[in-house]
């Protein structure tokens, strides 16, 4: 073998099918040089040819003829008596190029320039897969679950990158086997040890906003804008939208007739809750559309503490804190106010503060009444037993131990 066949030599090279022509060829010539300069001490009189379609390179050495026991430095002149044997027309003073072959490589050296190559090449490869998804960042990605894992799920792409959707990121009602398809949002991408770490995410909020725009066309040609979006993940969410034409209804495009826009969103987010609400800068209004399917009577708003307090009928009250709270949660990180929820005081004037019952109810109990909204007796009161029980941790024995307490108060 007069020249260094690559394809034979390098057999590692067929894996990597990113690489394009010109770079490959760039990488090759590199390591070859780098090789060059590490044996003789300098490259400036190499000629370095790369063929990738066959599959070798070429080295050629040019040195100055010189007349004999003048050479001052073998790898940049030759002398005449040698040069002759190459060509006997040769005069001193011309330019000799000559090949070098595979023979003048130690095996060492072969060792050495393999596994640079290889190096070089997958270093390339995790430079590009890092650019790639950066610039992916917050965009929606589809791919095959390849592992399942107790903390994470590795997914590849259609070009076989490894991506990870951490359990934190994933819907609590997500469920994957090996070969599923999966759609997640490029959450993050960071450099670990020199290899990217690619991080998708199904409970970002971003997630949400891109499914809103493959769906809705409007969003998506920004007709509508998506103002704010606030989600617990697999349970509820809020998105706030608006439209500056007139003719657009932002709600009734983003639900679509019939849900039928919604609801691919809602499957896809495992019948996550989705409520669409008209954006406003009027905050009184932007809270009672939010807190919405509740119906109020009056807000009282403390701008510089972005307090509000909303009062309105018991009945409404739960529908306010919504299941698990969510309603009411969501709907103050919605509008950025912190909302307290009151009974109307001209339904209910008498009450009492659940703090008082610390005597007769454990403290515990007081608690985890209040982490659902129910800070007094009425409050508590106004909530069937079944229903106190699905909310809280709470056995059906200890309500209604709760319940003949705060009953008596009022007898």
């Not at 959707?165 to 599923?180: C, H, N, V």
């Not at 991408?189 to 725009?213: A, G, K």
């Amino acid at each position: 073998m007069e020249n260094i066949n690559l394809v034979e030599s390098f057999s590692e090279f067929k894996e990597f099918k990113n690489i394009d022509r010109e770079t490959m060829m760039r990488i090759l010539e590199d390591v070859f040089r780098n090789m060059l300069i590490k044996k003789y001490g300098q490259d400036d009189n190499y000629d370095i040819i790369v063929n990738i379609d066959k599959g070798d390179l070429e080295i050629w050495r040019n040195r100055i003829i010189v007349e004999d026991g003048m050479s001052e430095d073998d790898n940049l002149e030759i002398e005449y008596s040698e040069a002759i044997k190459i060509e006997p027309d040769f005069e001193i003073g011309e330019e000799v190029t000559e090949e070098i072959k595979m023979k003048d490589f130690g095996r060492r050296e072969i060792l050495a320039i393999r596994q640079n190559l290889v190096s070089k090449i997958q270093e390339y490869e995790k430079n590009n897969v890092y650019k790639k998804y950066s610039e992916k960042i917050g965009e929606i990605v589809t791919g095959e679950v390849y592992q399942v894992w107790k903390k994470e799920v590795m997914v590849l792409d259609d070009e076989g990158i490894e991506l990870l959707l951490p359990k934190s990121e994933q819907i609590p009602s997500d469920f994957y086997r090996k070969g599923d398809a999966i759609r997640a949002v490029v959450l993050q991408v960071e450099l670990r040890n020199n290899t990217p770490h690619i991080i998708l995410s199904r409970t970002s909020p971003v997630f949400l906003e891109r499914l809103f725009e493959a769906e809705v066309p409007e969003v998506y040609d920004g007709l509508i804008t998506i103002k704010n979006i606030v989600r617990v993940p697999g349970e509820k969410a809020k998105i706030a939208v608006e439209s500056y034409d007139d003719r657009i209804d932002p709600v009734g495009a983003c639900v679509g007739m019939k849900g039928s826009r919604i609801h691919g969103i809602v499957r896809e987010l495992r019948n996550e809750n989705i409520d669409v609400i008209n954006f406003t800068n009027n905050p009184e209004l932007y809270i009672t559309r939010a807190l919405n399917p509740a119906k109020i009577s009056s807000i009282k708003i403390d701008e510089e503490t972005k307090r509000a307090d909303v009062f309105m009928k018991p009945d409404q009250v739960s529908l306010a804190i919504g299941k698990g709270g969510y309603n009411i949660k969501l709907a103050g990180k919605l509008t950025g106010y912190e909302i307290d929820v009151y009974r109307d005081t001209d339904s209910y004037v008498e009450d009492v503060d659940l703090q008082e019952f610390a005597d007769e109810i454990d403290q515990w109990i007081i608690d985890e009444l209040k982490n659902i909204g129910c800070d007094t007796a009425r409050s508590v009161l106004d909530i069937n037993v079944k229903e106190l029980v699905k909310r809280t941790d709470l056995e059906e024995e200890t309500i209604n131990e709760v319940v003949r307490i705060l009953k008596s108060e009022f007898e």
